[in-house]
């Protein structure tokens, strides 16, 4: 009779954690000790002792593959390499590795011939490869070697081309030989759009030019389908060619499958946080009006504090290149300054250039704004210069963003600096500067990402020039939700007598945040915030800190957050503690 279950059970005990404390080089090769740090990531400790190198399987298996391919890229036919813990420090943390590489026979580049070769010139060849006669022979690079020059071909109408390498040794070279069938030489037929039934065929034209007589360019027609599913208006886009290889001239003529993606959308929703109450929110658009893949939208928000409508049109690409392009309309009302109210409208043009998957944009903007102060209080005008101002203003933004996922972040850094000049010369009443950064960072403390420790630093400063006002938009203000969570909305920094928030010139935040997954879709947090906003730039600046716990649970558009912010240092008259209710995490 077999028992219907087995129970296993497991005595796991961490034992002690190693470092790499030295490494000794032995063995025949090319290779240098202070090499292996870079080359293989057999490092001794860095930064003052603080960085350590730990010597796990994976890491001493990395450590071996990486060394022998070193040697293969430096012409070296059989390399070997072993690394391993010298035995005799086994019982010590800091350990002794001991790597032995033998690097064997090195074989270089005799001669490099050309072979068949009739339509393209062989220094044309010869530079387009990458191989240099004497250098290092490696069978990789000769692989190289040949899909390079036969993208070269391709540019050139030569889309049947066929290309092998054949070598024969010589001593301790080898010789080289490029043996190249290289096929008709197209020239590009016509281009015939199929299915595309509200975007017009001359937007598509436009997108990459592809002139017909011109050689048939298969990298051109990537082009082309790349930058067409860049625009957003396209679901598929299929390339079919047919070639007339018996032609007096041969050509190919391109067929290019089109299936459009609906391009309409209309989203509404709610959002509240303490700061600003419960706000509806509107948003309608289509990304393909007129058929010219331009991306219109109106939105509104309407609160108990603030509304705003604005409306934009703008265009994923300029002529083909990957800039964006958007002019928006806007116009607001806030009422959640303590001491006015603020009427703004604005208009601005923007260009925006992305890189590496999104994760690096550039942004320019021209923004021309008017802000109407409204119910102004006497003891704010009594303190600081608030009035109706008219501004023109050009903003460069560079963002750099590696994080994992933007709303649910368990690892990665995020950095922005946005630099405002407002001038005389751009249409603007107050002449004024303001520069911003904003640097986060994230770790997660497990491999589920159940822990992530998180930090943020933000800080700002605003300069006027002359007899300038700086406009009641652009002044620094902390507290609340997002920012000094110890605080009420507004009200860490200057204040009247009244109690009404002043706003600064500058400001310094600095976040601290543990969070923990609890159970399901519930999270809690630890954080500690510390930061103030100053009339101007201090020699010693005093950051009022707080510090607290918050309960999240994840929701379809991001976290519903709880937060209770305790002030560590408040003056008279401030609570003790603030509840902070939000979307969004604070950083």
């Not at 292996?36 to 298996?61: C, D, N």
């Not at 360019?217 to 396209?234: I, K, P, S, W």
Request: net charge negative.
């Amino acid at each position: 009779d077999k028992p219907r279950s087995i129970v296993a059970e497991i005595d796991a005990q961490k034992g002690l954690r190693r470092y790499i404390g030295e490494v000794e080089l032995m063995g025949k090769s090319p290779l240098e000790e202070d090499d292996l740090g870079s080359i293989a990531g057999l490092h001794t400790p860095r930064l003052m002792g603080l960085w350590k190198t730990r010597p796990g399987p994976r890491a001493i298996e990395d450590a071996e593959k990486a060394l022998i391919t070193h040697l293969e890229n430096l012409g070296y036919t059989r390399p070997s390499c072993s690394v391993e813990i010298d035995p005799e420090t086994l019982a010590k943390e800091a350990v002794k590795v001991n790597v032995e590489a033998r690097a064997g026979a090195q074989r270089l580049i005799g001669s490099i011939a050309f072979e068949g070769n009739t339509g393209l010139d062989e220094v044309l060849l010869l530079e387009q490869s990458g191989l240099i006669e004497g250098g290092p022979f490696v069978r990789r690079e000769i692989k190289e070697a040949i899909t390079a020059m036969t993208r070269l071909y391709w540019k050139n109408g030569y889309s049947d081309v066929s290309m092998q390498a054949k070598t024969r040794r010589k001593g301790g070279e080898m010789d080289v030989v490029f043996v190249i069938n290289e096929g008709p030489a197209y020239k590009q037929g016509p281009l015939i759009l199929n299915g595309n039934v509200k975007t017009r065929s001359s937007l598509i034209y436009r997108l990459k030019r592809i002139a017909a007589g011109g050689p048939f360019d298969l990298e051109q027609l990537g082009e082309l389908q790349e930058a067409m599913y860049r625009t957003g208006v396209f679901e598929s886009v299929s390339i079919r060619t047919e070639k007339h290889a018996s032609a007096d001239s041969p050509y190919q003529t391109v067929v290019l499958d089109i299936v459009e993606r609906s391009t309409g959308s209309f989203e509404t929703g709610i959002d509240f946080n303490t700061d600003r109450g419960i706000e509806g929110v509107l948003e309608i658009g289509d990304r393909n009006l007129l058929g010219q893949a331009l991306h219109g939208k109106i939105s509104g928000i309407f609160g108990q504090e603030r509304w705003l409508v604005s409306g934009s049109l703008g265009r994923p690409l300029f002529f083909g290149y990957p800039l964006e392009n958007r002019l928006r309309a806007a116009v607001s009302d806030d009422r959640t300054n303590s001491g006015y109210n603020l009427r703004t409208y604005e208009v601005e043009l923007s260009t925006i250039r992305r890189w590496d998957d999104d994760d690096i944009s550039l942004t320019l903007t021209y923004a021309y704004e008017r802000e109407d102060v409204r119910d102004l209080d006497p003891d704010v005008a009594d303190e600081i210069d608030i009035e109706d101002t008219r501004t023109g203003s050009l903003t460069p933004v560079l963002t750099l963003d590696k994080r994992d996922d933007p709303f649910r972040t368990t690892r990665g850094w995020f950095y922005q600096t946005r630099f405002k000049g407002s001038f005389d010369q751009l249409g603007s009443e107050e002449e004024f500067l303001r520069w911003d950064h904003d640097f986060r960072l994230f770790w997660p403390l497990d491999e589920d990402g159940d822990y992530v420790l998180g930090g943020a630093v933000r800080m700002g400063r605003g300069w006027v020039m002359g007899d300038s006002v700086m406009p009641a938009g652009e002044r620094y203000f902390l507290g609340g939700a997002g920012t000094n969570r110890g605080f009420e909305h507004k009200e860490c920094g200057p204040m009247t007598e009244d109690g009404d928030p002043l706003g600064g010139l500058s400001y310094l935040l600095a976040n601290l945040e543990l969070r923990m997954h609890i159970s399901g879709r519930f999270h809690g947090a630890l954080f500690v915030d510390a930061g103030n906003v100053f009339a101007d730039t201090p020699d010693s600046p005093y950051l009022r800190p707080s510090a607290g716990l918050g309960v999240r649970y994840e929701t379809p558009i991001g976290p519903f957050r709880v937060d209770m912010g305790f002030n560590l240092d408040p003056d008279p008259g401030e609570p003790d503690y603030v509840l902070q209710i939000a979307f969004g995490h604070a950083f």
